[in-house]
């Protein structure tokens, strides 16, 4: 089946520093990537759908200038925490889908990434 | 907007036995798809199954099967034979190009 690799699975790092996370289709073309956030215990927030080639499009109440995305090949999106502050600590997933819809192609999650700020 | 809830933050079921996940949701969109997922303590979003909205026959994958009652907007998941591997916690989801999820249900197998 399809892959969808992210790196790293777990971060830690000092108040104020940004952290990159990566996120990769290993075997198919993805022109759609998801960023979600995961709090302990909760479930899954979606934060921003990027499209290759495109700005990326966030959710109400996220904020574009901490959370960069960037998607600039179609295996490729990457996300930086920018500053990142102790309650930018959480579990972030990705998820990778070919476009058009679940109708014609599912998302693919990665193993997402553990970021611990301190 | 959608909106998924899922009612039941905890369930138990004596390995073998059968057990009932519970979802219902809104939404405004005429074509969407519903999904379960599994995640384990390594925290992988797994798919476990999918429903296209548009189909009345309810999907079926192994010993996981759904009851999805469009007009009643619920779409639950029933586990037969249930295995130690089964213990995880569930998440409803619906879209089509977005997913938005439900709370979860955190399923305990009894050995």
């Known amino acids: 089946g399809a892959v969808v690799s992210q790196h790293p699975s777990w971060v830690i790092c000092k108040s104020g520093t940004s952290v990159k996370i990566e996120c990769r289709s290993l075997d198919f073309q993805a022109t759609t990537m998801f960023w979600y956030r995961q709090f302990p215990k909760q479930s899954l927030m979606l934060m921003a759908t990027?499209?290759?080639?495109?700005?990326?499009?966030?959710e109400q109440g996220v904020e574009k200038d901490k959370f960069l995305i960037n998607h600039a090949s179609l295996t490729l999106s990457t996300l930086t925490v920018t500053s990142a502050h102790p309650e930018d600590s959480s579990f972030y997933i990705c998820?990778?889908?070919?476009?058009?819809?679940?109708?014609?192609?599912?998302?693919?999650f990665g193993d997402g990434t553990r970021l611990s700020i301190l | 907007a959608q909106t998924v809830t899922q009612s039941q933050p905890e369930m138990s079921v004596q390995e073998a036995e059968t057990v009932t996940l519970s979802c219902t949701y809104d939404?405004?969109?005429?074509?969407?798809?519903l999904f379960w997922y599994k995640q384990p303590p390594s925290r992988q979003m797994i798919l476990v199954i999918r429903?296209?909205?548009?189909?009345?026959q309810n999907a079926t994958e192994n010993r996981f099967s759904v009851n999805f009652q469009k007009a009643a907007k619920s779409f639950s998941l029933k586990i037969s034979d249930s295995q130690l591997g089964d213990a995880a916690m569930y998440f409803c989801?619906?879209?089509?190009?977005?997913?938005?999820f439900g709370t979860g249900t955190r399923l305990t197998i009894i050995p």
């Open positions: 990027s499209n290759e080639g495109s700005k990326a499009t966030y």
């Open positions: 939404t405004s969109e005429s074509d969407y798809y």
């Open positions: 998820s990778a889908s070919a476009g058009g819809g679940f109708r014609n192609q599912p998302q693919h």
């Open positions: 429903q296209e909205a548009y189909k009345q």
């Open positions: 989801a619906i879209g089509n190009e977005k997913l938005t």
